[in-house]
């Protein structure tokens, strides 16, 4: 099943069926990724249509920062717009989704006084304007009805973005089946353990796609697992039949697949890489590394 036309909303029964569709080809071209998927325990991938400017404005904040501070940066501006529904927890993130009339009545020196960086904050202010106009093809329904290319071009004359963030608009805004965020940090990381690429920082042979895979050695605090990410990798764990994550501490400074080589890693995942991403994400994220290759071998066996 392909994942049909270009339209402006995907339906309850749509997701279902692109769902049903992914796993299918998943378990055929890309076996390792399926089966993250689909494990008992793992994490059905949450897409639905998330607000335009609160996905802009959250992506602009993960920029180049490690996803704590960004949930904490995120989870200060939806306190101040929302003081009522601040959540206790940052983590929890339990309030409305940012609004471009909220940000715009904050202004950047507003938005700067949470703790944003200046070029954070302008960025942030120019795409609440831009979406409050709905100028230059900054409109949901109208984004919806553009092809891929034609996302990006729209998306990237905003300042501040780049294509990390046009993938994760056509993945939470606009459900696009197969959008890579091949910079994502996390994903990187992910893709290094999934294929056993080792932590060495130069090319490494990847016999499952038979050439060399550039890697890098990760410094930005992935060696460590929150008690959080342990938790949801051992019942996946658990529910193919292992022990849990290993006690032993993951490598200091694990591989990070290089982001150009991440196109060629997930081809056999087209038309689906966004759950192909998803897979992955379910196990890994900015503050933890977990070295799934072992649990993988373990339910393969």
Known sequence: ?????????????????????????????????????????????????????DALAR????????????????????????PDAAAADVDALDFPPLTPKGVLGLGVDGVRAMGVSASKAR?????????AAKSGGLDERRLGLLDDAQVESVLRALPGVGAWTVAMVS????????ALPAGDLTLRRAAAALWGVAATGTAEAASTFGGAVKVSADGTGGA?????IKAKASRVAAAAGTEGV????????????AAE?????????????????????GVTDERAFLPIGGVLQRMGD
């Open 246 to 257: 290993p006690e032993a501490p993951p490598p200091a400074l694990p591989a990070m697949v």
């Open 224 to 228: 460590k697992v929150s008690a959080r």
């Open 123 to 131: 960025f942030i202010v120019s795409a609440a304007a831009a979406c």
């Open 1 to 53: 099943m392909s994942p049909g036309p270009v339209s402006g909303f995907v339906s309850a029964r749509q997701r279902s069926l692109r769902l049903a569709a992914a796993v299918a080809h998943l378990w055929h071209a890309a076996p390792q990724v399926a089966r993250l998927l689909t494990a008992p325990g793992a994490f059905a991938p949450p897409f639905r249509r998330a607000p335009l400017f």
């Open 59 to 82: 992506s602009i904040l993960y920029q180049q920062v490690n996803g704590a501070t960004a949930r904490f940066l995120y989870a200060r501006l939806g306190a101040l717009l929302y």
């Open 171 to 178: 993945m939470f805004v606009l459900e696009r089946p197969d």
């Open 261 to 281: 080589d991440m196109g060629r890693l997930f081809e056999a995942c087209r038309p689906f890489r966004s759950y192909a991403a998803w897979a992955l994400w």
